[in-house]
């Protein structure tokens, strides 16, 4: 059952496909000649294979990058003609929108619906905010007391760029490097996640036929520990950009460290969603319960820890469990299906094993709580909800990767703030309330890089995204992101 009937016939024919490394604008196998499996989650199945990259593809990739970066076509393209190559390759994903939600939906089990009308639209509409920015990069002028200098700044592109990223939301990840890199006057190396690297290498496409001076773009598929490792230690790569683990993360930290590349890092999150007494009860349930359900809570900021006013537990947590009990968990390409599968046999056993030491460790179970053949084949597992929860146990410390939420009572606002705060993580946080000045309280004292007051799940091309602490640093998105790409240059005139 591999669910090919389900999909456009463009999107069988591609998959069929013999898929190589996209480098200098060909398709290129791997110098090994060796290819690797990728697996459709809703199956179990092997979906196809795509070629496994190493050291010597990867430098394949690196090279061209580093000669288109010096290549006139790419130096001297003006930027406003930057951003109209970066708009015509979003124009050329707009047309093939259903195409590329199709893809990522067979390709790590995303809902086709979360896809289609959510993440890859978001993934264009980036990409056109980007298209934008190329003609906006601007210096400033310093007024200096040093003497009678004349002091300028220009931003000037980084270099070549190796940007790793992960399987959960693979098109828009792709995007968010690829869009303030090349806006910013980079080249880049791209590396896919090996459990989902199909988007990608459509776009690649789309972006030959953009019409991409070669090697602008290319792409390596492989391992994380062999190509992905490469791209990292690759001495003519001038700053990484990854999305990840936080355990992967702080090994590309200390490898960039060697050569003093740039590093910008979004990682893990264990965000806290604090539903205070006064909050709408109703948009707080549902709102939290997307916070963690939605992409299967593989999402690096699930509200995972939610923490609920004490005079509204037990009513909350009723309300959340039926939610659960309700969601509709089955295949991805359904249009009804609100949750999918998780992404492999390894999340899979990880998720589980995560339920098993929750129940070890004395918490109860709500909701959920085991795996869900009954949904398919595939890697399903229930929305699960656990109460009973104690600060100190696994599943409120450790990030999951998967649709398991623990809801705890707090007291009062200053226990709950030290309690949210007191995680290694800082990437997102959910605030519940009617009152303003509670809103702006929290949002002021929790350690998140962003703060959701009222809403979970919101995101823009305009509004910065990263972490405090463990979760890493540099903001992607917004004006914030082309700082990652590009190195400010300051310029003395003497005047006398
Ligand atoms: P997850 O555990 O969610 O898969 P990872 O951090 O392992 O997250 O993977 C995110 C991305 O990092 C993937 O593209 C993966 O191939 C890559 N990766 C994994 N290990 C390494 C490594 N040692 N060096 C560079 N990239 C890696
Ligand atoms: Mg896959």
New binding site residues.
Partial sequence: MTQMHQVLPTVQEFVHRNHMHYIHGQWVPSVSGQMMDDENPSTREVLTRVARGREEDVHQAVQAARKAFQHQDWQQLNPNAKGVLLWRLADLMDQHLVELAQLDSLDMGMPLRQAQYGTVPMAIDHMRYMAGWATKIEGSTIPVSAGKFFNYTMRQPVGVVGA????NFPLLMAVWKLGPALASGCTIVL????QSPLSVLRLAELITEAKFPPGVINIVTG???EA??A??AHPDVNKVA?T??T??GK??MHKAAERMARVSLELGGKSPNIICADANLKRAISGSMLGIFMNQGEVCSAGSRVYVAKEIYNQALEQMSEYARRLKVGQPLDPRTQMGPVVSAEQYQRVLDYIESARQEGASVVAGGDQMPEAGPGFYIQPTIFSNVQDNMTIAREEI?GPVVAVMPFDDIEEVVVRANTSPYGLAAGVWTENVRTAHYLAHRLDAGTVWVNAYHVYDAAAPWGGFKESGFGREMGHYALELYTEVKDVWINLQ
């Fill in positions: 790793i990223i992960p399987w590396k896919p996640a090996e391992y994380g520990p992905g490792a791209l990292v990854f990840g683990s355990e992967v090994s590309i990767f």
